[in-house]
Nanobody, 126 residues
Framework: QVQLVESGGGLVQAGGSLRLSCAAS????????MGWFRQPPGKEREFVTT????????YYADSVKGRFTISRDNAKNMVYLQMNSLKPEDAAVYYC???????????????????WGQGTQVTVSS
């Protein structure tokens, strides 16, 4: 049974930082691309970032480029999202997701991902 468990969310002031973690189990982690999506209140789920199987390629939404960094540790079955210079509009439930196959044409599509975590809340106060 595949499980993705996010942690590290919380309340932070605008301009602050948070580091989200996602622990994966029940799958061969290094065979999966990993991604982070978020769902702001009252809005659709949106792409944040994706990292390839070994971490050699990363993709970011324009809204987070230069502020967020995705990384992974295949030895620990972990993926991370370092979020700096947080803005109120970054507030959302953040989801970790795993995809067996991704290309440069579908890395940002939620439908491309096979497994999802339960989400962790990030709140940014202004």
């Amino acid at each position: 049974q595949v499980q993705l468990v996010e942690s590290g969310g919380g309340l932070v002031q605008a301009g602050g930082s948070l580091r989200l973690s996602c622990a994966a189990s029940g799958l061969t982690f290094s065979d999966y691309c990993m991604g982070w999506f978020r769902q702001p209140p009252g809005k659709e789920r949106e792409f944040v970032t994706t990292i390839s199987w070994r971490g050699g390629r990363t993709y970011y939404a324009d809204s987070v480029k230069g502020r967020f960094t995705i990384s992974r540790d295949n030895a620990k079955n972990m993926v991370y999202l370092q979020m700096n210079s947080l803005k109120p509009e970054d507030a959302a439930v953040y989801y970790c997701a795993a995809a067996r196959f991704l290309s440069n044409k579908d890395y940002y599509l939620s439908g491309s991902f096979n497994y999802w975590g339960q989400g962790t809340q990030v709140t940014v106060s202004s």
